[in-house]
C-alpha cells in the first residue's frame, strides 16, 4: 500500500497503538519514565551512528517507532483527566447531596424527564476540583442557561455504571472516552446562578443562540428547523427520536452529523464567492487565509465534535496545500490530521463518529477509483450518478463492519438514499449557509423561510419514504468483535489482490476468507456446546432466560414476553449468542439448572417449607422473614432483581451479610449469570 511508503504514516500508527495500550494496560510511571527516556537515549545515538558511518537504519526505524508508541501511551496519560490528584472523582465518598460549583460548557440531548449540559467542575463541597460531569435537571419549570454560566447546584452525584445486562451498549464507558465520570441530578429549586465566565468558547455559543433564536422567530416548521440546526449548526439535541431512526433505516445518519459532506459543500460556497479576487500570490494568501479562518469559525459554532475538527483539519491542509501551489497528497493530509488530533485529544481515536468519519474517507479514496473503472459513462448526469454510486459503495464497505459491531442493522437502500438526497443536500447548504448569515443580524424573510422549509420538507419526505421499506432494512444483525477483525482482513487483502492480482495475494485473500468462516463457526459451535441461566436486571419487572445451546427459554409476564421483538436487552442477548429460537413461559417459582435447585419467592412471598434451594430469586418485593426463611432453607446464593423496593433490598442484604449468605443485587452488580 502506497500510504505506508510516507514515513509519518508508520509514525502515526506506532502512536495509535500507544493509545491503545494505554487504555488497555496500565503501566507505573517510573517505568514508562525510564522505557521512554531509554528509548529517546537509544533513538539518538543510533542517528549519530547513521550520520558518522551511514549504517543502522533499520535499528533507527525501529527506535523511531517505539518512541512514537511510547509518546502515544504518555499523550493518552497526560490527557487522563481522572489522574489528576484534584480531580472530583478522588472527592466522592457518596452520592446524596452534594455541593457543586459547576461551569455550563455546552446544551446536550435531552431525556424524557430531564434538560441535560455537559459541565466542569470548579468546587465539589468546598474543595477545589477539576473534571467535566453531566448536569440533569428536572424538566418541570426549567430555565434554559447559556454556555458560560456558573452554578451553585445541590444534588446527587452518581459515578458511571457499567452495563447491568449483557451485550448492550455501554453508555458508562461511552461516557468515560469523553473524559465524563459522573452525572449530577438536581431541581431547578436547587440552583443558583453566581456569575459568568467569558471564553471564546461561551462568546461562539451566545452567537449560535442567537442565530436560532432568530430562526425560531422566522416561522419555519420545528421539525424542519431541528433538522436545518443539525445540518449547518451542528445541534441534534432536538431532533425528534423517530426522525433520526428514520435516516438511520434509510443509511443517511451521517447527514445529520456535520462532517466532510457538509464542510466540502462550504467551502465551495465560500470559494465562489472569493472568485472576484484575484490570483495573484497576495490574493491567493488573503482567500486561504479566508477560507481556513471561516472553516475553523463554522467548526467552533458545530461545537467541534470529532468528524467535524477531523473533517475541517483535512480541508485546511488541502487549502495550505493549494496556497503554496503543491500537489496535496491526500493520503498524506489525512495522515497528519489524523496525528494532530489525537495529539490534542487522544480519547477522540475511541470516538465510534470519528472511527467511522476516517474509515469512510479512507475507502472513498482507496476504493472509489477501481469501483468507478467498471464502468465510464459520457454523459454527464449519467456520471454524476454513477460517481455518487461508487462513492456510497466504497464507504458503506469501509464502514459496514464497524457499523454492524456497533449498530447491528444494515440499510439496504444506502445507494438510492445518497443518489437522491445528495443534490438536494448541496442546494441546501448553499441555501442554509446563506440563512445562517442573515439569521445573525435579524429574522428571516418570509420568502426566504419558506424555501429552506421546503426544501428540508423535501428531503425528510424523501428519508421517510424510504425509511419505510422496511423490507430492506436488515435488523439485529450478529456481529463479535472477532468478525469484526476477520472482516477488515478479508476486505483490505480482497482489494489488494483486485488493485494488483498475483498469486501469492491471491492466496493471502481466500485465506482470509477462510479464516473469517472459522471464526463464524467457531463462534456458532461456542453456542450450540454451552448453557446459561440468567437473572437479568429489568427495572419493575422480572425476565428470566435459560438457554442451553442456541436455544432460549424466556420467562418473564406477559408484557415482556408479548413484546420480545421489541425488548432491546432480549434481543441485544440473543444477537449476542447468535441465537434464534426462542421459547416464551410464564415465570415459575420452582425451576432446575444444572442440578442446582432455583427458588422464585414473588409478592405472594409462598414457599415450600422443606424445599431446601440451592438459589433463592426475590422478586416484586416479597413481605418475607428472611432471617427465618435461610435458618430453615441454607441456600447458597440469594438474588434480588430490579422488581424490588430499594428499602426491602436494603434489609435483605443486610441480613445475608449477618448470616454470611452471598446477595446479589442486580441494580448494583448487574445481571447475574449461573
Same mark, same amino acid.
Given at each position: ?33 525510564? #522505557? ?62 452534594h ?20 459541565? !466542569? ?23 434554559n442557561?447559556n ?27 461511552y461516557? !468515560? ?46 421539525? !424542519? ?22 435516516y ?119 476504493l ?31 464502514t ?6 456497533y ?43 419558506k ?18 421499506? !422496511? ?39 481466500l ?31 422480572t ?23 421489541n ?24 425451576s ?15 414457599y415450600?417449607?422443606?424445599? #431446601? ?62
Amino acid at each position: 500500500m502506497k500510504i505506508l511508503q510516507f514515513p509519518l504514516s508508520k509514525i502515526t500508527i506506532a502512536f495509535l497503538i500507544g493509545i491503545i495500550i494505554f487504555k488497555s494496560t496500565p503501566i507505573q510511571p517510573l517505568f514508562l519514565f525510564l #522505557s521512554s527516556a531509554t528509548s529517546v537515549s537509544c533513538l539518538l545515538l543510533i542517528h549519530w551512528r547513521i550520520l558518522k558511518v551511514n549504517q543502522s537504519k533499520f535499528l533507527f526505524g525501529i527506535s523511531v517507532l517505539l518512541t512514537a508508541m511510547l509518546l502515544g501511551y504518555v499523550n493518552a496519560l497526560i490527557h487522563k483527566e481522572s489522574l489528576r490528584s484534584n480531580h472530583y472523582m478522588h472527592l466522592i465518598k457518596d452520592h446524596n447531596d452534594h455541593k457543586l460549583v459547576l461551569l455550563v460548557q455546552e446544551k446536550i440531548k435531552n431525556t424524557t424527564k430531564n434538560i441535560r449540559y455537559t459541565c !466542569e467542575v470548579l468546587n465539589l463541597d468546598s474543595h477545589n476540583g477539576t473534571g467535566r460531569v453531566i448536569l440533569n435537571i428536572r424538566k418541570r419549570n426549567t430555565a434554559n442557561f447559556n454556555i458560560g454560566t456558573t452554578l451553585l447546584v445541590k444534588g446527587d452525584l452518581y459515578k458511571n455504571q457499567s452495563i447491568t445486562n449483557p451485550y448492550l451498549f455501554d453508555y458508562g464507558k461511552y461516557l !468515560e472516552n469523553q473524559e465524563i465520570y459522573a452525572q449530577v441530578y438536581t431541581q431547578n429549586k436547587q440552583i443558583k446562578t453566581i456569575g459568568y465566565q467569558s471564553s471564546i468558547w461561551a462568546s461562539f455559543s451566545n452567537f449560535r443562540n442567537k442565530i436560532i433564536a432568530n430562526l425560531q422567530q422566522s416561522g419555519i416548521n420545528k421539525k !424542519e428547523l431541528y433538522v436545518l440546526n443539525a445540518l449547518v449548526l451542528g445541534q441534534q439535541q432536538d431532533i425528534a427520536p423517530e426522525i433520526v431512526k428514520e435516516y438511520q433505516y434509510a443509511g443517511a445518519i451521517h447527514v445529520l452529523s456535520v462532517s466532510g459532506l457538509h464542510v466540502g459543500f462550504i467551502m465551495l460556497f465560500i470559494t465562489f464567492l472569493l472568485k472576484p479576487i484575484t490570483n495573484s500570490r497576495k490574493g491567493t494568501f488573503i482567500k486561504a487565509l479566508i477560507i481556513i479562518t471561516s472553516l475553523w469559525i463554522f467548526a467552533i459554532i458545530a461545537s467541534l465534535s470529532p468528524s467535524i475538527v477531523r473533517s475541517v483539519t483535512m480541508f485546511s491542509f488541502l487549502t495550505i496545500g493549494l496556497y503554496l501551489r503543491r500537489t496535496v497528497a491526500v493520503y498524506h493530509t489525512l495522515i497528519v490530521s489524523i496525528l494532530l488530533i489525537l495529539l490534542f485529544k487522544p480519547s477522540f481515536l475511541f470516538d465510534v463518529g470519528f472511527q467511522l468519519s476516517y474509515l469512510a474517507l479512507f475507502f472513498i479514496l482507496w476504493l472509489q477509483p477501481l469501483l468507478a473503472q467498471f464502468y465510464k459513462p459520457k454523459h454527464k448526469i449519467i456520471s454524476y450518478c454513477w460517481d455518487i454510486i461508487t462513492v456510497s459503495f466504497a464507504a458503506q464497505i469501509g464502514t459496514m463492519p464497524l457499523s454492524l459491531y456497533y449498530f447491528h442493522q444494515f440499510p439496504g437502500l444506502f445507494f438510492v438514499t445518497n443518489l437522491l438526497i445528495l443534490p438536494l443536500i448541496g442546494i441546501i447548504m448553499a441555501v442554509g449557509v446563506l440563512v445562517v448569515v442573515i439569521a445573525l443580524f435579524k429574522t428571516l424573510p418570509l420568502y426566504l423561510a419558506k424555501a429552506v422549509e421546503l426544501l428540508i420538507s423535501l428531503l425528510n419526505n424523501i428519508i421517510h419514504y424510504i425509511a419505510t421499506q !422496511e423490507e430492506f432494512v436488515i435488523r439485529n444483525i450478529a456481529f463479535s468483535k472477532e468478525m469484526l477483525w476477520g472482516s477488515y482482513l478479508v476486505i483490505i487483502l480482497v482489494i489488494l489482490w483486485w488493485k494488483k492480482p498475483t498469486y501469492p495475494k491471491l492466496i493471502l485473500a481466500l485465506s482470509s476468507i477462510a479464516a473469517l468462516q472459522l471464526i463464524i463457526i467457531h463462534q456458532k459451535y461456542t453456542t450450540a456446546n454451552s448453557t446459561e441461566f440468567i437473572v437479568f436486571n429489568s427495572r419493575k419487572n422480572t425476565l428470566l432466560t435459560e438457554r442451553i445451546g442456541n436455544k432460549v427459554t424466556v420467562y418473564s409476564n406477559d408484557s415482556i414476553l408479548n413484546t420480545i421483538e421489541n425488548n432491546n436487552t432480549l434481543q441485544s442477548y440473543l444477537m449476542g449468542n447468535f441465537c434464534q429460537r426462542i421459547n416464551r413461559k410464564p415465570i415459575q417459582n420452582l425451576s432446575y439448572f444444572k442440578q442446582q435447585k432455583i427458588l422464585l419467592i414473588d409478592s405472594t412471598a409462598l414457599y415450600p417449607l422443606n424445599g #431446601s434451594p440451592d438459589i433463592v430469586v426475590l422478586i416484586q418485593s416479597p413481605k418475607l422473614n428472611l432471617d427465618r426463611f435461610l435458618l430453615h432453607n441454607k441456600p447458597k446464593q440469594i438474588i434480588a432483581d430490579g422488581s424490588n423496593f430499594k428499602t426491602c433490598v436494603k434489609r435483605w442484604k443486610a441480613t445475608c451479610l449477618k448470616q454470611k449468605i452471598p446477595f446479589h443485587y442486580t441494580n448494583e452488580k448487574g445481571f447475574y449469570k449461573l
